[in-house]
Each structure stands twice: as structure tokens, then as C-alpha cells.
T-cell receptor, first 110, second 115 residues
């Protein structure tokens, strides 16, 4: 039962343009969502989060949007930079665990 | 302030041997989580521990796998009689409190290869 889904395994974006990574969830009990970034051979690093009482959270070039009625969230990166190339995981929080999606590999090309 | 430390970074075991993976949480963190990432897949929750207690082990295989977080020392994930299918990256994360409404910080992982 995949409670958190990232349906796009990969995304390729030109440097300077916007990257939009999407995530869908099925469990309405989730009330806190996070995005992690992962480089090869390293652990995931926390990027940005959002509480379900909000519909938007912004931190520099990164903005997360939450649509509770659609059970959908998205991460916007603008402008995209080559250093953003990594795998991005969406995660939803329960009291005793984080449930992760399968990840989207973002490649930013010059 | 050191981050989450995992060792070894790489571990090679023959089928049937035991694998021990260690995780030292960030200073001040008493909540530890273990995740497994199989090739080309996302991170799958295995177990959540607080000091000396297993809180949730719903993601742990029923046999051969065990975890502990003693009062002193690192958390240990132990895999007995390893098989090829255990080859994966194992990540440990820690947080100062339960993960509800907070982020967990991950270590760099242990890459287990079973030959």
C-alpha cells in the first residue's frame, strides 16, 4: 500500500527555469509533509516542510504548496541550478515514522 | 555538533554471515529510526526506537532482523544469516522528539553488499 506517491521518476529542466516536483498521498491522517534531497552515496537531507494548516511555505528558491482537498503537494524550485540535480523525496509524517515516496530524479542542465 | 554517524559506510558479507550496522544519533536526540533503500526504490521504514525501547517495528522483517538502542552506546541494526536480497542501503535518522511535526536528520548510510 503506497501511501505517498511520486509518479514521475525523473525530471529534466534547463538551468534558470522552474522545476516542479509532485507528490500525492492517500492518508488524510497525515498532517505534516517534508521534502528531502538526496545525492548519490549520501543520506537524505531535509529541505523544506509544510503543516497541513498551511497551503504554502517558502524558503529562498524553494516553495512547497499543499492542496489538502486533492491530497497533493508540490515542490517548486526557481530558478533551478545545476547543483539542484539530485533525487527528491516527498515524505509524510506520522507520530512514529516518516512515510516516503519513491523519489523523483531531477536533472538541471546548462 | 556532529550529525548522525553511521558505520561502517560499506559492509560486505557472505551469505549466511551476520551484519551489524551502527548508528550514533545527533547529540541530544533520543529518537532513532532505521530505513532501508533497495536499488531504484524509495526509503522504507523499518523500526523506531527510543532509548532502551522499541516503539514501532512494523517495517522489520519478522525473521533475522533485530534492532536495539541501549542506554549507552549507538543503536545497532543486526541482520543474521544474510541473504542476497538484504543488499541495500540502510539509513539511520534521529530526532529530538517523535517525528510528528518535525524533521528527522539522516546519516550517510551503510551500504550492505551480500556476496
Amino acid at each position: 500500500d503506497q501511501q505517498v506517491k511520486q509518479n514521475s521518476p525523473s525530471l529534466s529542466v534547463q538551468e534558470g527555469r522552474i522545476s516542479i516536483l509532485n507528490c500525492d498521498y492517500t492518508n488524510s491522517m497525515f498532517d505534516y509533509f517534508l521534502w528531502y534531497k538526496k545525492y548519490p552515496a549520501e543520506g537524505p537531507t531535509f529541505l523544506i516542510s509544510i503543516s497541513s494548516i498551511k497551503d504554502k511555505n517558502e524558503d529562498g528558491r524553494f516553495t512547497v504548496f499543499l492542496n489538502k482537498s486533492a491530497k497533493h503537494l508540490s515542490l517548486h524550485i526557481v530558478p533551478s541550478q545545476p547543483g539542484d540535480s539530485a533525487v527528491y523525496f516527498c515524505a509524510a509524517s506520522l507520530p512514529d515514522k516518516l512515510i516516503f515516496g519513491t523519489g523523483t530524479r531531477l536533472q538541471v542542465f546548462p | 555538533n556532529a550529525g548522525v554517524m553511521q558505520n561502517p559506510r560499506h559492509l560486505v558479507r557472505r551469505r549466511g554471515q551476520e551484519a551489524r550496522l551502527r548508528c550514533s544519533p545527533m547529540k541530544g536526540h533520543s529518537h532513532v529510526y532505521w530505513y532501508r533503500q533497495l536499488p531504484e526504490e524509495g526509503l522504507k521504514f523499518m523500526v523506531y526506537l527510543q532509548k532502551e525501547n522499541i516503539i514501532d517495528e512494523s517495517g522489520m522483517p519478522k525473521e533475522r532482523f533485530s534492532a536495539e538502542f541501549p542506554k549507552e552506546g549507538p543503536s545497532i541494526l543486526r541482520i543474521q544469516q544474510v541473504v542476497r536480497g538484504d543488499s541495500a542501503a540502510y539509513f539511520c535518522a534521529s530526532s529530538p522528539r517523535a517525528t510528528a511535526n518535525t524533521e528527522a536528520f539522516f546519516g550517510q548510510g551503510t551500504r550492505l553488499t551480500v556476496v
